[in-house]
């Protein structure tokens, strides 16, 4: 048995159960359901892990306390919290607020959370696991996490609450903000790869220098800075703290999610974690060779079961981050973007272009080359980010005379 | 039709026109009773140009519950655990502003012990306000609760000993006019010198994390700025004056207590913006651990209740007399008229956390909603002396 191909052989035995006329679409039934389980149950583990994560970095236990109903004694660390939240997120009651517009306040949380998984379908999870093969799947990936955004303005306009509005407009400013940035850093992979299917994108990711240092894009100069910015632009994209602006619940209570409660708000809720995970998928693909082992001696661990290690790996980092960082203001959250991101991108831009032009290059050339695609992205960024905290510094101060 | 009509939402958002074509309209946000950060049952009435604050409004009162009327109705005694309820942050202080007030009033003397004790009680209840606000204030500028429960973890330690000295974490009730109500342990002397000596280890913690970092010094930079003029026209005090460079310290002005014998300096600020009001707490909090460890190395021996103080059916010849010392939030002021009966004729609160919200608007003007949040919570109210 090849733990490689176990689920390729599954999937073929299921389908092979129907009709040849039925087939195709019971193949991509099945797809769509091995998504939506494997990636909610991992929705649900995320929040436990965040929530018990969040804890640890604030001198706390977390949640611990939930079992099994009739088996008091297994204690499970608590780790069925998220179905005890699921079953109370589905008893509660759905309020709806008198002055809301009904069709956009019910349609918003329905449409967030299945734009936030059209993204799942071209991510590649296994060597042979990708569930629809795109040549543009780049493009479909960008279009269909762009529309999240729409589905938040709809929620914060549907609302008719003065919170939801003011949270809507400032998504739409993020939205507009920071999907340059992100499109832009992933520009420099498509140039570099010559294609825009992440397939080929994780492909071209494979094999080791002395079968210990992987060929990521993660480890090029160009590769970082994109990640890098990638990594923000994600933090933003996904309102997570720093930038989780729309729902700051220190000015605007919830933000967007103000007037939803019950199963609303947890499909907000999901819908938010699902764009997370996606994005998180798409930077491993990228940037962290999707599948491939990171060295060659490991290869005999299932390629989807590194990308799985992988995917996690980026979501504890977005838990660290927020758990540690405060939040930007509008202002500084646009001005980081337009004044810092976008013109680190677009020099990036051409360093990937440098970097594609200059495969030829061996030997000391090959050092030259190293040396001059880091300094393209290490001079622009340290004078950009100096001009971006120019005037800030810590102060000292004077006592009074006794 | 519904059986409340004037129960039910307005039909959108209250938009009031400008009279500028360009400008286009105004939203008017009523931030509060119930908002999650304006630190208890406060509001304001902030009207928005986009994100940019036009006016703002604080509406307060949701917790008036008839205090100085209260005071005037019961003895001197029974009104000192209702100061608790003042500032519960710092019943500590409360009440020994109140002491302070009657025992000018009675002509009472204080023990030497009780005195030491005194700045004992007040330092470390400066300490769990000063940790509180810092903590609060990051919550403020969006962290997810960590920098808060940091402060807490140090709070709490301060409170344990709160309570195993008075029965009470917050609600005190620990002074009494001519001295303190019960004598500390040597192990709770010893447990307090200690953690005392370990705050300093704390503050570094919490200075190299927090006080550098960049978001933090976009955020609070340059917001929310006072002039020094303007903020002694106010009648501002205490940490929120002296950010904007004014020395003024009733622990030096006054010299109350036993204060003139401890070493310890007071730090000003220059630019009167919010980060200058979050160092400052930084800064006291620093001073208050060296008047601390200066205090449990002198304490004396000796009894902490002045003998001759009569606590029940205390009657006061007739008079007036103003307490005040420096609260962790400001100058904080008890001002008592007796007629010769066992009741106050008069008993009114000057409450630092109400007059050091008067600069808001102007301090909130021009900034955005985000930006009022944090300013609010720079200011440090508590709304049980807000609206008493």
């Known amino acids: 048995m090849n733990l490689e191909t176990l689920p390729l052989q599954l999937r073929d035995a299921i389908v092979g159960l129907f009709p040849p006329a039925l087939q195709w679409s019971v193949h991509h039934v099945l797809s769509i359901t091995v998504i939506l389980t494997v990636f909610g149950l991992f929705f649900a583990f995320t929040t436990i892990a965040e929530r018990k994560l969040l804890a640890r970095v604030q001198n706390r236990l977390g949640p611990n306390r939930s079992g099994l109903p009739w088996f008091r004694q297994l204690k499970l660390w608590g780790l069925t919290q998220p179905f005890a939240d699921a079953i109370k997120a589905f008893t509660k009651e759905d309020v709806v607020p008198a002055a809301a517009d009904k069709v956009l306040h019910f349609l918003a949380p329905v449409l967030i959370v299945a734009f936030s998984l059209l993204g799942f379908a071209v991510l590649p999870f296994g060597r042979h696991l990708i569930p629809v093969e795109l040549d543009a799947a780049l493009l479909y990936f960008f279009a269909a996490g762009a529309a999240t955004e729409l589905a938040i303005f709809m929620a914060g306009w549907g609302s008719r609450n003065k919170y939801s509005l003011l949270a809507a407009m400032r998504a739409l400013a993020q939205l507009i903000s920071y999907e340059l940035p992100l499109l832009l850093s992933v520009v420099p992979v498509v140039m570099v790869c010559g294609t825009l299917s992440t397939k080929e994108i994780a492909l071209a990711q494979g094999g080791w220098t002395f079968g210990v240092l992987p060929h990521w894009h993660v480890f090029t100069p160009w590769g970082l800075a994109a990640f890098l910015i990638f990594l923000v632009a994600t933090l933003a994209e996904s309102n997570r703290s720093p930038f989780d602006l729309p729902e700051a619940e220190s000015e605007l209570i919830a933000g967007h999610l103000t007037e939803y409660s019950g199963f609303k708000y947890a499909l907000f809720f999901m819908a938010e974690y699902f764009g997370l995970t996606a994005l998180s998928g798409l930077g491993v693909t990228l940037f962290l060779g999707g599948w491939q082992a990171p060295c060659a001696f490991l290869e005999f661990i299932p390629s989807y079961l590194w990308f799985m290690l992988k995917l996690v790996g980026m979501i504890v980092f977005f838990i660290w981050v927020r758990g540690t960082l405060l939040r930007l203001r509008i202002d500084q959250l646009t001005r980081l973007s337009w004044k810092f991101l976008v013109p680190l991108a677009l020099l990036n831009l051409g360093n990937g272009a440098f970097w594609a032009l200059t495969t030829d290059w061996t030997g000391p050339l090959a050092l030259a080359r190293w040396a001059i695609s880091a300094a393209i992205v290490i001079v622009p960024f340290v004078l950009l980010g100096r001009q971006l905290t120019t005037g800030q510094t810590t102060r000292t101060y004077r006592y009074a005379p006794s | ?388």
């Open chain 2, 1 to 388: 039709m519904s059986l409340f009509p004037h129960l039910t939402a307005p039909p959108g958002p209250t938009v009031r026109a400008v009279h500028d074509e360009f400008h286009g309209d105004l939203l008017e946000v009523s931030m509060g009773p119930q908002h999650p950060s304006t630190h208890g049952v406060f509001r304001m009435v902030v009207t928005l140009d986009g994100e940019q604050i036009v006016k703002l409004k604080p509406v307060f009162g949701y917790l008036h519950r008839n205090h100085e009327k209260i005071a005037e109705n019961t003895s001197y005694l029974s009104s000192m655990p209702y100061t608790d309820r003042l500032d519960y942050l710092c019943s500590m202080s409360n009440n020994w502003a109140y002491a302070l007030a009657v025992e000018k009033l009675g002509g009472l003397t204080v023990p030497d012990r009780a005195q030491y004790l005194r700045v004992i009680m007040a330092e470390l209840t400066r300490l769990v306000n000063h940790s509180c606000l810092v903590g609060f204030l990051f919550n403020d500028l969006g962290t997810s609760f960590t920098p808060l429960l940091y402060a807490f973890r140090e709070r709490e330690k301060i409170l344990d000993l709160f309570e195993s000295l008075s029965g009470s974490r917050m609600m005190c009730n620990y002074q009494r006019f001519g001295g303190c109500r019960v004598d500390p342990t040597p192990e709770w002397l010893a447990t307090a010198s200690a953690l005392v000596d370990n705050f300093p280890k704390f503050l570094d913690e919490y200075e190299t994390m927090l006080s550098g970092n960049e978001i933090m010094l976009a955020r609070t930079q340059g917001v929310g700025r006072v002039a020094a003029a303007q903020a002694i026209n106010a009648g501002i005090t205490g940490p929120g004056l002296r950010a904007c460079g004014v020395d003024y310290d009733v622990r030096k002005v006054d010299g109350y207590g036993f204060y003139p014998r401890f070493d310890f300096r007071v730090p000003l600020g220059a630019h009167g913006d919010t980060y200058d009001r979050y160092m400052m707490r930084i800064l006291e909090m620093r001073e208050s651990v060296k008047i601390l460890q200066q205090a449990f190395r002198d304490l004396p021996a000796g009894p902490v209740m002045d003998p001759k103080a009569k606590l029940r059916g205390f009657r006061p010849k007739a008079g007036e007399a103003y307490g005040r010392l420096e609260g962790p939030k400001g100058e904080l002021g008890f001002y008592l008229i007796s007629d010769g009966s066992p009741n106050p004729w008069r008993y009114r609160v000057r409450p630092p956390s109400l007059i050091n919200l008067t600069l808001l608007e102007e301090m909130c003007l021009g900034h955005t909603i985000a930006d009022a949040v944090v300013i609010l919570g720079s200011i440090d109210i508590v709304l049980g002396e807000v609206d008493r």
